[in-house]
């Protein structure tokens, strides 16, 4: 199947990356604005505060991916309710942090605002994940890592008592085809993973 030349589609990629600059331009100056707009003390001991925005028409709760620069020896990060909120440090550099932390319940097309306090010493928070030799779990999942098998995984799922077994397996291949020109493939064997649960639904 063929849509187009080689040449049309390297052009299009131009314009492509030409359209992301101008939209990732135009939703900082707009984050830029709202924040200036936002109230962000939420408390009195706090150093400096984190927005985080839903642009979606529903209520969103999901992680947050975020850089602290400067940050303080110790710190929290507390909610607009004064509960601390639990964060995960992915990565520490020079002068600063990269942190991670589930942000609940964000109302639709608003904002939340988080406040970072200096702490008296590191917080420590609870989890139940539990990780031995090749054996990772929580209350909801166990996975077990199969190093005999290229590092493939075994998924159980304690809610529905369902087994995955084979993850993570994937198979790098090439096609005898063009940017804009896909050929058929012709697997070398049973090559292709297939994806079984064991137990009841």
């Known amino acids: 199947m063929r849509c187009s030349a080689d040449e049309v589609h390297r052009e299009n990629l131009v314009r492509y990356a030409w359209v992301r600059q101008i939209c990732d331009t135009m939703i900082s100056d707009s984050l830029k604005v709202i924040s200036a707009n936002v109230r962000t003390r939420i408390d009195e001991d706090q150093l400096s505060a984190i927005i985080v925005y ?3 028409n529903w209520p969103r709760t999901d992680c ?8 303080p020896p110790d710190f929290e990060i507390r909610d607009p309710d004064g509960n601390r909120v639990p964060y995960q ?26 406040a970072i306090v200096k702490a008296p010493e590191k917080p420590l928070f609870r989890t139940t994940l539990r990780c031995k030799g090749t054996r ?5 999942f166990s996975i077990h890592v199969d190093e005999e098998r290229g590092a493939s995984l075994r998924l159980l799922d304690k809610r ?11 198979e790098d291949g090439e096609t005898a085809a063009t940017s804009t020109t ?15 649960g064991q137990g009841r639904a």
């Open 54 to 56: 839903n642009p979606l």
């Open 64 to 71: 947050v991916d975020i850089e602290i620069k400067k940050p």
């Open 89 to 114: 440090v992915s990565k520490a550099g020079r002068g600063s942090l990269r942190i991670a932390f589930v942000a609940e319940d964000v109302p639709p097309c608003g904002y939340k605002t988080y």
């Open 136 to 140: 990772l779990e929580n209350e909801y």
């Open 160 to 170: 529905t008592r369902l087994v995955y077994k084979g993850l993570n397996l994937f």
């Open 182 to 196: 896909t050929c058929r493939r012709y697997a070398t064997g049973c090559s292709q993973p297939k994806i079984r």
